[in-house]
């Protein structure tokens, strides 16, 4: 089967489709044996974990292809970004939702990590209204709010309903319209993008099955630190929070929230300000109608241009300009993950059942019966202590 050169443009985008069809398929392996209930949703995780193996490989399935989803999602965001995707007219929805679609994803990783309600649940679910918490004037409310609201019901049906609902429609936009309209339509485009998908999936079944997640507490205990330098899809929401680790009060708030909050408003409404590029819908774009470089080095020779001139007589205009690109994106990509690598790789995520498990006794077995309480548990609001619990447990508790 012969790739249409225009797909490789959304590599990462037909990549990232795919994985979210793998955690629809997983996911609704795993609602089947979960049991959404303070007392049992831990157990019934751990049953369907240790007793079953096919279902165990599914959940470490689904741990790890959320990773690469992430991954693809960046990856996708930096090509198009660079691309200059977002000064086609037309194109300017696709950005909008594009950059909309990040807010169901960390929706999805929140409330993942807090459906199997063992501590590492229950850390996530105490932190959402503490961030929530620092939006200026709705914020304490709508943190009483949440603290409120949660159940593990709640909790799943946002998981698997409401979430998947706002992500089906904003995919509707970016994406199907789209790809039913070409030839082939929906189920040629995803069998083209399986195929380019494979490696990946492979590699997540590896993962998956090499690196399980201990969960088979307390018959045997993980150490403390366990999962440290393991990269899983959580670290995407710790990086939000590692602020907390070196600053306290505003200097914390204003890493942790304002920026990102402004990083991400701006990275949605930026591209409407910007004067468009001629319409051109995206599917009649080939890639010689897509080379800007071209067309900017012949109206204007720019000074990198020129000290570059040698090396692209060398390797050939079109091998130097994709080579270029792909520097270009592996710079950008690792701009953005060395950061998080660097920030997050201490985190001991596998760890936290050495302490808290069910032989250590009540008060640090299963998530208390307390836990929305603030006044008998003060530490739940100082997200200080929250944070340097998660990053050095062995010492901070
Ligand atoms: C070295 C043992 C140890 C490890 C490992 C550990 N904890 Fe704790 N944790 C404790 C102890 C002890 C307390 C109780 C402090 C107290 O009683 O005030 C605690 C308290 C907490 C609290 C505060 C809320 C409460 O009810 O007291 C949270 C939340 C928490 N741990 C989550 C985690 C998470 C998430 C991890 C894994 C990243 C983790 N813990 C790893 C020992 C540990």
Redesign the pocket.
């Known amino acids: 089967m012969k790739i249409k050169q225009s797909h490789w443009h959304h590599y990462f985008g037909g990549i990232a489709l795919l994985l979210l069809i793998v955690q629809v398929l997983s996911g609704s392996v795993l609602t089947l044996f979960y049991e959404p209930d303070l007392k049992e949703a831990y157990a019934s995780v751990q049953y369907l974990y240790n007793e079953l193996s096919l279902v165990a490989w599914i959940r470490d399935t689904h741990r790890w292809a959320a990773l690469f989803l992430m991954i693809a999602v960046i990856m996708h965001f930096i090509r198009g970004f660079l691309r200059k995707d977002y000064l086609n007219r037309d194109s300017k929805t696709l950005w909008l939702t594009g950059i909309l679609l990040y807010l169901p994803m960390l929706g999805f990783l929140f409330t993942g990590v807090i459906l199997p309600w063992e501590?590492?649940g229950?850390?996530f679910m105490?932190m959402i209204p503490n961030y929530v918490g620092e939006i200026p004037l709705i914020g304490p409310s709508l943190s009483d709010f949440l603290i409120n609201a949660f159940t593990l019901n709640r909790a799943l049906v946002v998981h698997i309903c409401i979430l998947p609902a706002i992500t089906l429609v904003l995919l509707g936009i970016h994406t199907f319209t789209r790809v039913i309209k070409r030839a082939g339509g929906l189920t040629l485009y995803v069998m083209e993008h399986s195929l380019l998908t494979l490696p990946f999936l492979v590699a997540i079944a590896i993962l998956a099955y090499a690196l399980p997640m201990p969960s088979q507490d307390p018959a045997i205990i993980p150490m403390?630190?366990e999962g440290e330098n393991l990269p899983t899809a959580e670290w995407f929401i710790l990086i939000f929070y590692v602020p907390y680790l070196y600053f306290k009060g505003f200097m914390a708030t204003l890493l942790g929230f304002y920026i990102p909050l402004v990083i991400f408003l701006a990275l949605a409404i930026f591209p409407y300000f910007l004067k468009g590029r001629k319409t051109k819908s995206v599917e009649n774009i080939t890639l010689k109608d897509h080379a800007p470089e071209k067309t900017h080095t012949v109206e204007k020779k720019s000074a990198f241009a020129k000290f570059m001139a040698p090396l692209r007589r060398l390797l050939g205009a079109r091998t130097y300009a994709k080579t270029l690109a792909f520097l270009t994106v592996l710079l950008a990509a690792t701009a953005l993950f060395a950061p998080l690598f660097v920030v997050s790789h201490e985190?001991?995520?596998y760890?936290?059942n050495?302490?808290?498990n069910p032989s250590m006794g009540d008060?640090?077995g299963l998530?208390?019966d307390?836990?929305k309480d603030r006044v008998k548990?003060p530490?739940?609001k100082d997200n200080t202590?929250?944070v340097e619990?998660?990053?050095y447990?062995?010492v901070v508790?």
Do not use: A, D, I, V
């Open positions: 501590w590492r229950y850390w105490e403390p630190l985190s001991p995520t760890g936290c050495s302490c808290h008060r640090l998530p208390p307390s836990f548990n530490n739940l202590f929250m619990h998660w990053f447990p062995q508790w």
